[in-house]
């Protein structure tokens, strides 16, 4: 094993963190996980990330044909863009994802399709570059529970519904703790003080369900769960502490949504009451952001959870089907 490169921080249990460059610094993460010469990539990031990807698996000292499983928490293409084009360097490596989001990695225009409508073809091109999808002989779908060995370490997967229903987590044994994707939230590290971080649920569309949310994270909490790996962004530890938090802001968001105006206003009127909820939480975090530092570091995840709000309530308010 060499000196890991800088964008990759290698932790106890056999886990590296990866900054997978997406959009700024400590953003999005892929995680590492080697276990007696073999190894598993946890989320990706996207496209362009692969090549960071690649390099953490060598400083480690394994070679490509070490990599048993790439796993993708769900299929949004911050988490899971770069899976065709990992996987064509991996000869030994079979996908791992959540039912129904196989479809999608199997053939991704679909997706591809969604986030070119969402940001437009000159950003897609920018921020995700070529999705490739992944030949279906070499993916394994999950059931909620079921137990894959890592060279016999078990990791657990849990169906974990409500930030997408093609999400589940990981349960990690030895480290006693979760790979999360965005079920438990957000936590930048800009935002730790001497309380510790700060969290933020993920509303970003199109399958926010609020109960679902609520029910997976307490289902995770059951487990009395030592840390959290997040995608956005790293481990985060004082879990009981980030699971009340998150909670209450969850409840604050639902509070949001059933007050503000319906109307052509709804949506800034969303952003503006996300804001202050990031603002008075933060705040009671010991957090020094001024609001307009906040709201320059957090307004993508604020436009995206106000776009997820607007879709979840436009389906609450269709009439049910006979």
């Known amino acids: 094993m060499r000196t890991p490169p800088p964008f990759v921080h290698v932790l106890e249990h ?8 997406f959009h700024r610094p400590v953003f999005d993460a892929a995680y590492l996980m080697i276990e007696d010469g073999r190894a598993a990539f946890i989320d990706t990031g996207t496209s362009h990330s692969v090549p960071r990807l ?7 000292g394994l070679a490509t044909d070490a990599v048993d499983y790439v796993i993708a928490t769900h299929v949004h293409l911050d ?36 986030a070119r409508v969402v940001y437009g073809d000159e950003e897609f091109e920018r921020s995700y570059g070529e999705v490739v999808g992944v030949d279906a002989q070499r993916v394994i779908e999950t059931d909620d529970g079921m137990v894959l060995a890592l060279a016999g370490r078990p990791l657990t997967f849990i169906d974990t519904p409500g930030h997408a229903r093609h999400h589940h987590c990981i349960w990690d ?6 790979f999360t994707g965005d079920t438990f939230g957000l936590s930048y590290r800009e935002f730790d003080t001497d309380q ?19 029910a997976s994270v307490l289902r995770m909490l059951a487990f009395e769960p030592a840390c959290m790996y997040l995608t956005h962004y790293g481990r985060v530890t004082q879990v009981p502490r980030l699971g009340a938090q998150f909670l209450d802001q969850l409840d604050q968001i639902v509070r949001l949504g059933r007050t503000v105006p319906t109307g052509p206003d709804r949506h800034a009127a969303l952003k503006q009451g996300l804001l202050q909820i990031c603002i008075a939480g933060t705040a009671a975090n010991g957090c020094r952001q001024t609001p307009a530092e906040l709201e320059a570091l957090l307004g993508l995840d604020i436009e995206l959870n106000a776009q997820g709000m607007g879709i979840w309530l436009d389906r609450k308010a269709k009439p049910a089907r006979a």
């Open 14 to 21: 056999g886990i590296h963190t990866i900054d997978t460059g």
């Open 54 to 60: 690649l390099e953490a698996l060598s400083a480690a």
């Open 79 to 114: 988490h899971a863009g770069g899976v065709g084009q990992l996987m064509q360097h991996l000869p030994s490596a079979r996908l791992v994802v959540h039912p129904r989001g196989a479809p999608h990695l199997i053939d991704p225009r679909l997706l591809i399709q969604g």
């Open 173 to 178: 044994e030895r480290s006693r703790g979760f």
């Open 196 to 214: 510790g971080a700060w969290l933020l649920p993920t509303t970003t569309p199109v399958q926010f369900e609020p109960e679902a949310l609520r």
